[in-house]
């Protein structure tokens, strides 16, 4: 029998993280994740993946997981903007040094390339739409600057060192799984888990403010296409973005029920993403409309 290709997932029992490992088991891989349970469930992990307890700002702890893996896919972070702008200090330590961490244990198991989860909010303000990766970075919250800084190590460890890396650069994932829990719910999750207890879904602001949604499986197809291209390697950065924003009130309107605005928090006006990058060196192309993608998401409720 052929031996199974190892590969990590560091974040593996978080949102897209699992739906990831789920990808990599199907087609064969040998998927270990490591997750400090923080921000993922023990549940989300697939019964033929290997979870391994662990927390990637302890170096000595993760390093030995690496052991013979090929193939790295580095999702673990404390995710949220207005989370990271209450804690600076604790989203510093996960999302930096702990990025610095698994590129280090990445290098020193001779892996052969490693996939950085990188973030839209590296934009942050942008006066031209969409979105391009030969924008200058402009974070406006210590996540946005945290998860750039992840990019720029990323870069710098294969111009240094010669690991193989590419990061990419999400956009407002959703989807099965997603975090409908506490202030820094992603706002889908939370409008269907305000609907399903019968209260009016909260909209910050006027509603008019666009996100280009991206559905969570055309995320975990990217990571494998970004894994097995040839084209990338040297700390690209690429959108992974539907190429398409809606608006919070059409959101809101897709689901259906009561709607109450409270006021506005600071977050980017817009978002959308000009994937084209990834679709010529990737071969990736969104495949899940937003209409489609919560379709599905209420028929599981």
């Known amino acids: 029998m052929k031996k199974k290709i190892k590969v990590v997932v560091t974040g593996g029992a ?93 290098k020193d198991a001779k892996v052969k390339k490693l996939v950085y989860s990188a973030s839209s909010s590296a934009y942050g303000d942008q006066k031209i739409m969409p979105l391009r990766e030969d924008m200058r970075a402009n974070p406006k919250s210590p996540y946005g600057l945290q998860k750039y800084v992840g990019e720029l190590y990323s870069r710098l460890f294969y111009d240094v060192y010669g690991l193989s890396t590419v990061c990419l650069r999400y956009f407002n994932v959703y989807g099965p799984r997603q975090s409908d ?74 689901i259906g029920g009561e709607t109450v605005h409270i006021p506005a928090r600071l977050e980017p006006k817009d978002t959308l993403a000009d994937n084209r990058l990834a679709k010529k060196l990737i071969g990736w192309a969104p495949k899940v409309k937003i209409e489609e993608g919560i379709r599905r998401l209420k028929e599981n409720e």
Do not use: W
């Open 14 to 106: 978080g949102f897209i993280g699992s739906n990831l490992t789920d990808a990599l088991v199907e087609e064969g891989f040998d998927v270990h994740v490591i997750d400090n349970l923080v921000g993922g469930k023990k549940e989300n992990v697939n019964k033929k993946a290997k979870l391994r307890i662990a927390d990637i700002t302890d170096l000595n702890k993760i390093k030995p997981i690496f052991k013979g893996a090929e193939y790295v896919f580095h999702l673990a972070a404390l995710p949220r903007v207005q989370y990271s702008i209450e804690h600076p200090e604790e989203t510093n330590e996960a999302n930096i040094t702990g990025t610095l961490n698994v590129l280090i244990a990445a």
């Open 181 to 254: 829990e506490g202030a820094y719910a992603l706002v889908i999750a939370k409008f269907l888990k305000q609907k399903a207890e019968g209260k009016p879904m909260t909209i910050t602001g006027s509603g008019k403010q666009t996100r280009d949604f991206t559905h969570v499986s055309d995320v975990a197809r990217a990571n494998i296409l970004a894994m097995k291209s040839n084209k990338v390697g040297k700390g690209e950065v690429l959108n992974i973005g539907c190429g398409s924003n809606q608006s919070v009130n059409k959101i809101a309107k897709l």
